[in-house]
């Protein structure tokens, strides 16, 4: 979700309405997606597994491909594989290498079993979905929008020759898992980065910290992880796995979970939202849904504020009540962020199917950012929601559009913004927050709970702090 | 089907091999796609409506989304509808705009009723495919990896204010067509572009032509045509309507139909390959394969050859014999080109199924071109056929791919090209071919029939006494 909010509005998003349907089975049929644009009206409940009855499942959603992944090698075959893997040439990870590896060893791009073979990856990059297989080599589609890849330079490819098994070796020089029965292909760089943004202007975050640096090769095969990944950053106690979600949901007896992405600070205008949603989902019947707040993270831009001071202003608003502890749970989905837009969005959907919830809530221009070089959204702030609305393989994913939160002058509050009153609306997007919290100034009362902006001040003056000892130094 | 071919040749790919097959039932199942690569071995055989009765089916294969879609108005309604579209604002069409209502209005595109609204728009952007409603909203997915939509420029969404309808004026100024309730939203070029060609590379040549100079909204809605399209150009006897040929593969009585795509004069390359195919066809029990020859008739780039030679040169290579009359269709194919590879061999393939073909014929590089401002092609030459082999929406298509075929200097034929004596191959690129033809020069003895190898001389020799006139008259 991105705090660039502006004030222009699309006329076709109104906020879900839940109100409408509550009868004890709300099963809410999907609009009719094939020559018609009626998203507006379109609940898009797709799922029957609703709270008609008090029993607790013990999962509320099945992973894709029916069986979540977990790659990481049971302890007692740990010695066996490590001395296997000392024997096999070795490929040099990135950090953001092990962020993948992280992604994929827990299961969160499920059914994937490894970094993308070649066919994988034109499914992905073409149709951003995988076809499974079952007995006649026709099975259901799952959906894949990013392709999840490892690259390798020209030098590596030769040293691997004819190898069928390799093993990964993190940033700290120690392996981190064998890659096995390897397919090399040629990783085109420029068509990857075309149909994944949809833009190859320069100025990608991720193209150009990630992909333009990188060999011209990648190389696919199925993962199997030495031991489970760590950042020993403080804040692994939050990195729960899809498998570790799951218990959990099933320790709250959660009979919904909502979950809620983000790479941004939450303001009240988030709260409202989330806050929002379980009250609906109450209204609907269900006696106990979940918030899953779930900040990303891996790799972000530069200029984003940084994971530990995000989970730090999190949990301050958990502290100061704006969100409920009781219902909500705070972890960290470890991808790296692409600023993909309407790609990305579906993979953000995607994972959290896996890790268990059912309901997936996205705002206005998710996963999005400026163009790099040309005044305007990289994405029409609309297709996000309408992309991920029609996405093969998230049929089974209960998807709730919103409309935008805005500073309602007259209530003093974060509000749904309503067009027959829009002069007394202010929009902060992020770029004014970060001046406000940068310049010290204080945003409007009650745009953000106290607490959590005390944390983004004390951050933006200790990065000035730092900036100044640089040029007295420089 | 591109003539370019090269030495490079793909260790994946072997011809395929019919012969493994010859049971009554040659259901051959697909080898499973995920997590694997072996298209080397698959067939990918998907229909069961195989000819293992005599039973003379009215149809093949099924359009997509069931009915084929018509959309020339009644004769009986024509007079009515015209004076109807009197009254609506007017949309200009360009020649390839008209192109595209040719093939919309006669269901190439089933089940595609019109241009495309922006939900289809989307779906055939982000996963060349569209979900069909049905009764709870979700319907089977039918390919579709183009966008097919209208331009239009801010002085014409002006003009049609809150007009529901439109009327389509041809280049002649005539009315040509009503649009029905429309959709206008965005045209961002950069991200059609970027997600159909997997570039943005200036000098596409159908990007520069069409995209670049055409307006920045798209106009989508239900066509009505108000009569059949016709070039009068001496050809339109060609243009059989997918309706048509279902009826004409119907009389000949076909047990089997496999489409042969092209762009390019037929030389015996293609020539082997298709009667190959009609060989291996016959040995798996079918009695009567017809072959579709059906070269693309719409907009193509300068430096092709021309339709009207091309069909000239295709009926030299019947007269000759090279291919046999009696088991073939010749037929234009009333597309525009895009050169957009694994995405546009996707179309190419899907509009055939309507056409009634439950075979398709896909070669190295199809709908490839050289990538316009580097030195390699612009598309992997094997991602077509796996792309194809993979797409949402073609599962009922039988996909034959085949090896590359080259001048056998032993046995002074076109052959399948053997790796175990590649020295005795010569690769005459489509390059090479022109220059041939331009210089005068003779291609090997057996690269193609005389009489057709006359009609590429005599063009090229028009050809340069149109550009001598030029100069002189310059």
């Not at 709300?26 to 644009?37: A, D, E, G, K, Q």
């Not at 579906?346 to 999005?368: E, L, S």
Request: aromatic fraction near 8%; proline fraction near 6%.
């Amino acid at each position: 979700m991105s705090l660039t909010i502006k004030l222009r509005i699309a006329p076709t998003i109104s906020h879900f309405d839940l109100n409408r349907k509550t009868q004890k089975n709300p099963v809410v049929l999907r609009t009719p997606i094939y020559h018609s644009n009626e998203l507006s009206t379109s609940l898009l409940f797709r799922t029957k597994k609703m709270a008609a009855s008090h029993v607790i499942k013990s999962s509320l959603i099945e992973p894709d491909g029916g069986v979540l992944i977990d790659l990481v090698v049971p302890e007692n075959q740990r010695e066996l594989k490590a001395s296997q893997a000392e024997g096999m040439e070795k490929v040099q990870l990135t950090k953001i290498d092990l962020e993948w590896v992280h992604v994929i060893s827990e299961g969160w791009a499920s059914p994937l079993k490894g970094f993308m073979r070649e066919d994988e990856y034109l499914q992905s990059l073409h149709f951003n979905s995988l076809r499974m297989k079952n007995d006649d080599g026709y099975g259901s589609i799952v959906n894949m929008s990013l392709p999840i890849v490892l690259a390798i330079d020209d030098a590596t490819k030769e040293k691997i020759g004819c190898a069928t098994d390799v093993a990964l070796v993190g940033p700290d020089q120690k392996i981190i898992a064998i890659l096995r029965s390897i397919e090399i292909y040629k990783h085109n760089k420029e068509e990857r980065i075309a149909r994944t943004w949809g833009t190859i202007a320069p100025g990608l975050p991720y193209v150009e910290e990630v992909i333009t640096p990188s060999g011209n090769w990648l190389i696919g095969g199925d993962l199997e992880v030495l031991s489970p990944i760590k950042y020993n950053d403080g804040l692994d106690n939050y990195r729960l796995s899809p498998k570790q979600l799951r218990k959990e949901f099933d320790r709250r007896q959660a009979d919904a979970v909502f979950a809620f992405q983000l790479r941004n600070p939450v303001h009240n205008g988030h709260a409202l939202l989330m806050n929002d949603t379980r009250r609906r989902l109450l209204d609907m019947g269900y006696k106990n849904p979940i918030l899953l707040l779930h900040p990303l993270g891996g790799y972000t831009k530069a200029d984003d504020v940084p994971l530990d001071v995000r989970m730090e202003q999190h949990s301050k608003v958990l502290e100061d009540g704006v969100l409920d502890p009781e219902t909500t749970i705070v972890s960290i989905f470890p991808s790296p962020m692409h600023y993909a837009g309407p790609t990305e969005v579906q993979w953000h959907a995607k994972a959290r199917i896996n890790a268990g919830a059912n309901f997936y809530i996205v705002g206005r221009d998710p996963a999005g950012m400026g163009h790099p070089t040309e005044k305007r959204d990289l994405y029409d702030p609309d297709h996000g929601k309408k992309v991920l609305s029609m996405a093969p393989g998230l049929e089974k994913l209960n998807i709730l559009p919103f409309r935008v939160a805005a500073y309602d002058t007259v209530a003093k509050q974060m509000a749904f913004f309503d067009p027959s009153r829009a002069k007394d609306f202010l929009f902060i997007s992020g770029t004014k927050m970060r001046t406000f919290a940068r310049t010290g100034e204080s945003p409007p009362n009650g745009f953000m709970c106290p607490g959590g902006w005390d944390v983004l001040v004390k951050y933006y003056a200790s990065l000035q702090t730092e900036e100044a000892k640089a040029t007295v130094s420089a």
